[in-house]
């Protein structure tokens, strides 16, 4: 070899080792440490010494995540082991039975019971995959199929940057059982993203993820923002441990994204407190789960205890009280929605789903409800999930239903709330109302739209009909001019109930810059694309002078999205709206939005780092700023404290060199004042 080839391969080896590193950081952490120029810069130099280098390269180089052809069928593969089902405890009682069961079966054995242990963890609702290693290098991957044959969808998972393509210190031969799945926050900007582009969005995240990893491109893939969650092993050659959570703790040791919320229990009061501890926050995660999965740990057990049919004994999946229900659909009714979309809704016979009747559900927009194939007449299945708006999932059994049954209800030629033509701008898939300005269904909309993100308290769909129907307001913004007085002069309205809501319309002027922006109902600025423009420009003035290709810029924005809100933006319409608002005295300003300059943290500056035990990033933010702190990404000499967690990186050595002080997630949770239900920060819910 040549000195310089030699310099060469040292480098490339040095480049994939740091760009392994920033990976893991950045997909599996959560705590990216360098930005995402200086990550390409690293990748683009190791391009180009494989370029000018073409030995060197191999198949787990980090520039070999995507590039294969498109195939043209996936190939069947046997799996190693068979990847099995869950047996479901639907509560206590069946949780506590499967307890008991196991503990007699293994007596039955012969076995000491000993102290059994129990290991809980999140049911992801994803698509389970298999990933086989061998040497440490990533040489399979494959879809569950029926258990014993998969298809192998090798391509599409390299393309998954939380999956490590190399191991190091892995054994000849380790397989690892995961979920792929798509994280909420990801889906909700891949939705906003299409919709923006005119194109149909997609149902859920589960189907998304599993209809990505089954595209022949892996381009495809590629594109989308899947993730995994890892739970365990299959086949293992040359490495043992006696129990399960020994396995996870090995795997996310060596790069796998596994959840750092596994519990270890003595007791099955303690498994149960888990179960439901999970229940309870499953709204506020960025994915979703439809259970939690109860494993005995000890593996020696779990092999005694053996399967039945194809269900191992020695775990179970509590699974959530049911958010669906199957009911009929009477009828699908149009309304126009705050962008002149028509918006189908669904009439249904009124049924129980998740302790609430239903009579009403949302079937999306008009691209959903062709793709879903619904009829009037159909057995429909409807969803409840937290207090979101329930919705139609799709007809029970299609091939059953009579054939007389009418075709998919089309949008109606004329809006049904001003009776103005509709129309298909540019051939596109909507149609929509063209009445921007005055079809009172869209002002409608954008009222309520408005009162719900501003979270203005007391202020119910009724009385925005009513306030619009009256003439007393024409707009949100006319919500700041209501007096006590002009509310009074109202049927039903008191002094008490109009000073009431006079106070919470004023008080809403306190919402940050993040939310007012989201609040205009601008198309393409959904609550995540709101808070990265307000992240990325901090203030109304800046955004209103940023380019089209500034917007690009900002995380989540593509081009046709970008191009929509520019557009809006520019508008002498909305300029003038957006005046009027500041004339108000709303904010315009990101920074000095979140903190009542009072609260223990008022004027301090915290850096976060690593994980945090109990705290999700976003929680702790919230709860800084609501305590009147800053988060800032990088420690400086103006950093006050950084709060660090597990695998805290280098971060931590900056603050050690500038003498920060650290806080654990104790030390932080000792300066914030006490809160019942963190609530990780999500939109706000419709009303
Ligand atoms: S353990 C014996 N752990 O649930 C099966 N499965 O109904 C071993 N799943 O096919 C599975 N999260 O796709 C396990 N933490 C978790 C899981 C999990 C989701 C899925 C998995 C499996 C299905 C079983």
């Given at each position: 070899m040549s ?5 060469a391969a040292e480098?490339?080896a040095e480049l994939?080792?740091q760009l392994?590193?920033h990976?893991h950081?950045?997909?599996v952490l959560?705590d990216?440490e360098i930005?995402?120029?200086e ?11 494989e370029?000018?280098h073409?030995?060197l390269?191999?198949?787990?180089s980090?520039t ?8 043209d069928?996936f190939e069947?593969?046997r799996?190693l082991?068979?990847m099995?089902?869950?047996?479901n405890?639907r509560?206590e009682e069946?949780l506590?039975a499967?307890v008991l ?9 012969g076995?000491e ?5 129990f290991?809980?963890?999140?049911k992801?609702?994803?698509?389970a995959?298999?990933?086989v290693?061998?040497n ?6 494959a ?5 014993e044959?998969?298809?192998?969808v090798?391509?599409?998972l390299?393309?998954?940057r ?12 380790l397989e ?8 909420l926050?990801a889906f909700?900007?891949l ?6 582009a005119?194109?149909p969005?997609?149902a859920?995240?589960?189907n ?5 990893i089954?595209q022949l491109d892996p381009?495809?893939a ?6 995994i ?6 086949a293992?050659d040359?490495?043992?441990?006696d129990?399960?959570?020994?396995w996870l703790d090995?795997?996310r040791d060596h790069?796998?994204?596994v959840s ?5 229990h ?10 439901k501890?999970w229940e ?6 960025d994915?979703e789960?439809?259970?939690?999965v109860v494993?005995?740990?000890?593996l020696?057990?779990q092999r005694q205890l053996g399967?039945?049919?194809r ?6 999946a509590w ?11 009477k009828?699908v009714l149009?309304?126009?929605?705050r962008?002149?979309h028509m918006?189908?809704?669904?009439v249904?016979e009124?049924?129980q789903?998740?302790?609430?009747t239903v009579k009403?559900a949302t079937l999306?927009?008009e691209?959903?409800l ?5 009829r ?5 299945i ?11 999932i799709s ?7 009579a054939?007389?049954?009418?075709p998919?209800p ?7 709330a001003c009776?103005?033509p509709?129309?298909?701008p540019?051939?596109?898939?909507w149609t ?10 869209q ?7 408005f009162?719900g ?8 769909e009724?009385?925005v009909r009513r ?10 913004a006319?919500l700041?001019d209501?007096t006590v007085?002009?509310l ?10 109009a000073?009431?809501?006079v106070?919470?319309?004023e008080e809403s ?21 709101a808070?990265n423009l307000?992240?990325?420009?901090r203030?109304m003035?800046?955004l209103?002078?940023?380019s089209e290709s500034d917007?690009?810029?900002v995380?989540?924005?593509g081009e046709?999205m970008?191009?929509t809100?520019h557009?809006?933006?520019s ?8 005046e009027r ?8 300003e990101?920074?000095?939005a979140a903190p ?6 008022a004027g301090k ?6 994980t945090?035990?109990n705290?999700t990033r976003?929680?702790a ?5 609501a305590?009147?702190g800053?988060?800032?990404a990088?420690?400086?000499?103006r950093?006050?404290?950084?709060v660090?967690?597990?695998?805290p990186?280098?971060?931590?050595t ?7 002080e650290v806080?654990?997630e104790?030390g ?5 004042p006490?809160e019942?239900?963190?609530a990780?920060e999500?939109p706000p819910?419709?009303r």
């Amino acid at each position: 070899m040549s000195t310089a080839q030699g310099i060469a391969a040292e480098r490339v080896a040095e480049l994939r080792r740091q760009l392994d590193y920033h990976n893991h950081r950045y997909y599996v952490l959560d705590d990216p440490e360098i930005s995402d120029a200086e990550y390409d810069a690293l990748l683009n130099e190791l391009r180009d010494l494989e370029a000018g280098h073409p030995e060197l390269l191999t198949a787990d180089s980090p520039t070999q995540r995507v590039g294969a052809e498109p195939l043209d069928k996936f190939e069947q593969v046997r799996h190693l082991q068979p990847m099995l089902s869950l047996a479901n405890a639907r509560n206590e009682e069946e949780l506590k039975a499967w307890v008991l069961r196991s503990e007699r079966y293994l007596a039955r054995q012969g076995v000491e019971l000993g102290d059994v242990r129990f290991v809980t963890e999140p049911k992801i609702d994803g698509l389970a995959i298999s990933l086989v290693y061998q040497n440490g290098l990533l040489v399979r991957g494959a879809t569950r199929g029926n258990g014993e044959i998969g298809e192998d969808v090798t391509q599409n998972l390299r393309t998954i940057r939380a999956i490590p393509l190399r191991v190091e210190g892995a054994p000849p031969l380790l397989e690892v059982r995961g979920e792929v799945y798509i994280p909420l926050s990801a889906f909700a900007r891949l939705n906003e993203e299409r919709a923006a582009a005119g194109e149909p969005t997609y149902a859920n995240p589960r189907n998304t993820a599993a209809g990505s990893i089954r595209q022949l491109d892996p381009q495809l893939a590629a594109s989308r923002p899947l993730s995994i969650w890892c739970y365990g092993v299959g086949a293992v050659d040359g490495l043992e441990f006696d129990t399960h959570h020994e396995w996870l703790d090995w795997l996310r040791d060596h790069g796998f994204k596994v959840s750092r919320e596994v519990g270890l229990h003595d007791t099955v009061d303690e498994v149960v407190a888990a179960c439901k501890a999970w229940e309870e926050r499953r709204d506020r995660l960025d994915f979703e789960i439809d259970g939690v999965v109860v494993k005995v740990d000890d593996l020696d057990l779990q092999r005694q205890l053996g399967v039945v049919g194809r269900e191992p004994r020695g775990a179970i999946a509590w699974k959530f009280a049911p958010t669906t229900a199957t009911t009929t659909l009477k009828q699908v009714l149009w309304n126009v929605g705050r962008t002149g979309h028509m918006v189908p809704a669904a009439v249904l016979e009124p049924v129980q789903v998740s302790g609430v009747t239903v009579k009403l559900a949302t079937l999306h927009n008009e691209q959903d409800l062709r793709r879903k194939d619904v009829r009037e007449g159909d057995e429909v299945i409807v969803m409840r999930a937290g207090d979101v708006i329930p919705q139609v999932i799709s007809p029970t059994a299609k091939a059953q239903r009579a054939k007389d049954r009418g075709p998919v209800p089309e949008p109606p030629e004329r809006c049904p709330a001003c009776g103005t033509p509709t129309i298909k701008p540019d051939d596109g898939v909507w149609t929509i109302c063209p009445n921007r300005t005055g079809c009172p269904g869209q002002v409608f909309q954008a009222v309520k739209h408005f009162v719900g993100a501003m979270d203005i308290d007391g202020l119910g769909e009724e009385n925005v009909r009513r306030f619009l129907s009256e003439g007393l307001i024409e707009s949100f913004a006319d919500l700041y001019d209501l007096t006590v007085d002009r509310l009074t002069a109202l049927d039903g309205f008191g002094e008490v109930s109009a000073s009431n809501l006079v106070r919470s319309i004023e008080e809403s002027k306190r919402q940050p810059f993040h939310l007012v922006l989201y609040a205009l109902g601008i198309k393409g600025i959904g609550f995540v694309n709101a808070r990265n423009l307000a992240r990325r420009f901090r203030s109304m003035d800046a955004l209103l002078a940023a380019s089209e290709s500034d917007l690009t810029d900002v995380e989540g924005m593509g081009e046709i999205m970008a191009r929509t809100v520019h557009e809006t933006l520019s508008e002498e319409r909305t300029r003038a709206l957006i005046e009027r608002l500041r004339g108000y005295g709303l904010r315009m300003e990101e920074e000095g939005a979140a903190p009542p300059a009072e609260g223990p943290l008022a004027g301090k500056t915290l850096v976060l780092t690593g994980t945090l035990p109990n705290l999700t990033r976003e929680e702790a933010t919230r709860r800084i700023e609501a305590a009147g702190g800053k988060v800032t990404a990088s420690v400086s000499k103006r950093t006050d404290y950084l709060v660090a967690g597990e695998d805290p990186g280098s971060k931590y050595t900056k603050a050690q060199e500038l003498g920060t002080e650290v806080l654990d997630e104790d030390g932080l949770l000792a300066m914030l004042p006490d809160e019942a239900a963190p609530a990780a920060e999500a939109p706000p819910r419709r009303r």
